[in-house]
């Protein structure tokens, strides 16, 4: 009798609510986890089963096989088998079936790439955790997991900083520095749960439908527009100045709403900045600003800012929860409405299933 060995990972979206661009080159960058997740099932099947490993997904018509002599940069365009051909060279896994479900839409920037990553990575390392009889891995006892994710996104796409993975391995609000070390990274890590996530459901609200962009085509034509005209010691700046105004309304008294704090102003007035800064960039969703610029409480009540790479993927917006409704509705028109999910705790998380033995 032999048993088969199964394992189940959740990895959670995230968002970036600050440090876009600035994270690149080692300033602090804040994001946070959503509720939307993406799945990962992963099954070890009797040696020479098939040859390699089978790859399902919610988001394909049919299974693909990644055989054992396939490499990552033998898939530039499907980052899925791209992961699971390195998990197998890593872990010295084959003949693993992996299916993948996902509520992270891509056109998003949600976190869809890193997440899938992150999941498989950590699918195989389990598997060979439990081939040696090691127990299940959980919150810091898996930094190596989420090092290998950012190294495989780092192969992926030129520029990397690994705040999406960071947030996304460890959930909730989380600070963190880039760093060229793997072994160094994450640094300057800080997170924040609880009352304060329940504070940042309240002002944070995340407005989809954009047009959506490749992540490195907009990280490198943006990245080329800041290195000119001082545009990203500016930008670094403002993302400063939005941290930090961001950190006082969470730490701020619970019982004051955020129209009452002295903080939130100073988010709105840093936000302007940002806008201001980004308003000639590539990307930059203009009809979509200039509409919302025109509806009441702009600048006085709420602002809204591109976020991540931009591209037209998402748009953060700081105010209150009936502010956004409003925002939403007058923006219908233009293809855009609210992401149906909210900011969570929930990080990677792994479990195991009950061994099914075979004869």
């Known amino acids: 009798m032999s048993a088969t060995l199964q394992v189940s990972v959740s990895v959670p979206g995230k968002v970036m609510l600050a440090g876009e661009y600035s994270a690149l080159t080692g300033a602090p960058a804040m994001a946070a986890s959503l509720s939307l997740t993406l799945n990962v099932q992963a099954t070890a099947l009797p040696a020479n089963t098939l040859g390699g490993c089978r790859v399902s997904s919610n988001l394909w018509s049919e299974a693909h096989l990644v055989t054992k002599d396939r490499s990552p940069i033998d898939f530039p365009t499907e980052p899925l088998l791209a992961a699971v051909a390195s998990a197998m060279t890593q872990f010295d896994l084959s003949d693993v079936e992996v299916t993948l479900s996902s509520d992270l839409a891509v056109q998003y920037g949600i976190g869809s790439s890193s997440a899938l990553r992150l999941a498989v990575i950590g699918a195989f390392n389990d598997l060979a955790q439990q081939k040696a009889n090691k127990p299940l891995q959980t919150g810091d006892e898996l930094a190596q997991v989420a090092r290998s994710a950012l190294a495989l996104q780092r192969t992926a796409q030129k520029e990397a900083s690994g705040y999406d993975i960071a947030t996304q391995w460890l959930g909730g609000i989380v600070i963190s520095q880039t760093s060229s070390d793997l072994n160094q990274w994450p640094q300057a890590l800080l997170r924040f749960s609880g009352a304060q996530l329940n504070r940042l459901n309240t002002f944070v609200h995340v407005l989809v439908g954009g047009k959506g962009a490749p992540t490195s085509a907009a990280i490198g034509k943006t990245s080329t527009w800041l290195n000119q005209d001082d545009r990203r010691p500016r930008l670094d700046a403002v993302n400063a100045k939005i941290i930090a105004a961001i950190r006082d309304v969470l730490e701020a008294d619970a019982d004051l709403t955020i129209s009452q704090l002295t903080s939130f102003r ?18 930059f969703p203009a009809d979509l600003f200039a509409k919302a610029a025109a509806l009441p409480g702009w600048k006085d009540r709420w602002v809204m800012k591109t976020t991540g790479a931009g591209g037209e993927d ?46």
């Open 266 to 283: 100073d988010l709105l007035k840093a936000t302007e900045s940002h806008c201001l800064l980004f308003q000639d960039s590539p990307g």
């Open 314 to 359: 998402a748009v953060i917006i700081f105010g209150s929860v009936d502010d956004a409704h409003q925002i939403a509705a007058a923006l219908a028109p233009l293809g855009w409405h609210l992401l149906p999910a909210s900011f969570g705790e929930g990080g990677l998380s792994i479990s195991r299933s009950t061994p099914v033995e075979e004869a």
